[in-house]
T-cell receptor, first 115, second 116 residues
Framework: AQSVTQLGSHVSVSEGALVLLRCNYS??????LFWYVQYPNQGLQLLLK??????LVKGINGFEAEFKKSETSFHLTKPSAHMSDAAEYFC?????????????FGQGTILTVHP | DTGVSQDPRHKITKRGQNVTFRCDPI?????LYWYRQTLGQGPEFLTY????????KSRLLSDRFSAERPKGSFSTLEIQRTEQGDSAMYLC??????????????FGPGTRLTVL
């Protein structure tokens, strides 16, 4: 069974500091991987996705993530945090190829950005 | 295109009542998904449709839950005899089929259900 683990339910950074949100997956074959952001009382917005092409994936709002098969990781980074980045972030995985269907989500990481 | 829409956005009901939620996907998307998100947790998969066919259902979807997509467009999720444990955000998402590059799911704003 596929699973996704996000290390750290809360991350706090200062404005302008590096953002690092950790995600590890457990799967028999490399899945497709996604990072979503959720603002209060809203749905999920896709930040970026990995679908077996380039291992370094760039997304919206300056975020990027690197797929590392050897570490089964897909950590999300942003060089310089903005106040507007404060939100909850979810890592998700699904089987690749034609079997694609449901997403399995991690527990989420709440990012707080201090002035 | 206005994206995925869900109605209502909020629903408060008493235990034992039935509730129905509606999801309208992005028009050209033939796959539609339902997820449930409880406070402090990530969304959990409930079920998904390709066109009008329901292809997979989670064990989370008890007999009190039923989902339909009769014409392959909008979908409804009904919960019968609601329980307090059903209180959650119900999210709908849609996508294109995988072979046409549809490996991204677009989410609606969700319906927040509170069972008193």
């Amino acid at each position: 069974a596929q699973s996704v683990t996000q290390l750290g339910s809360h991350v706090s950074v200062s404005e302008g500091a590096l953002v690092l949100l950790r995600c590890n997956y457990s799967s028999s074959v490399p899945p497709y991987l996604f990072w979503y952001v959720q603002y209060p009382n809203q749905g999920l917005q896709l930040l970026l996705k990995y679908t077996s092409a380039a291992t370094l994936v760039k997304g919206i709002n300056g975020f990027e993530a690197e797929f590392k098969k050897s570490e089964t990781s897909f950590h999300l980074t942003k060089p310089s945090a903005h106040m507007s980045d404060a939100a909850e972030y979810f890592c998700a995985a699904c089987p690749g190829g034609t079997s694609y269907g449901k997403l399995t989500f991690g527990q989420g990481t709440i990012l707080t950005v201090h002035p | 295109d206005t994206g995925v829409s869900q109605d209502p956005r909020h629903k408060i009901t008493k235990r034992g009542q039935n509730v129905t939620f509606r999801c309208d996907p992005i028009s050209e998307h033939n796959r539609l998904y339902w997820y449930r998100q409880t406070l402090g947790q990530g969304p959990e998969f409930l079920t998904y449709f390709q066109n009008e066919a329901q292809l997979e259902k989670s064990r989370l979807l008890s007999d009190r839950f039923s989902a339909e997509r009769p014409k392959g467009s909008f979908s409804t999720l009904e919960i019968q005899r609601t329980e307090q444990g059903d209180s959650a955000m119900y999210l709908c998402a849609s996508s294109l089929p995988p072979l046409t590059g549809g490996n991204e799911q677009f989410f609606g704003p969700g319906t927040r259900l509170t069972v008193l």
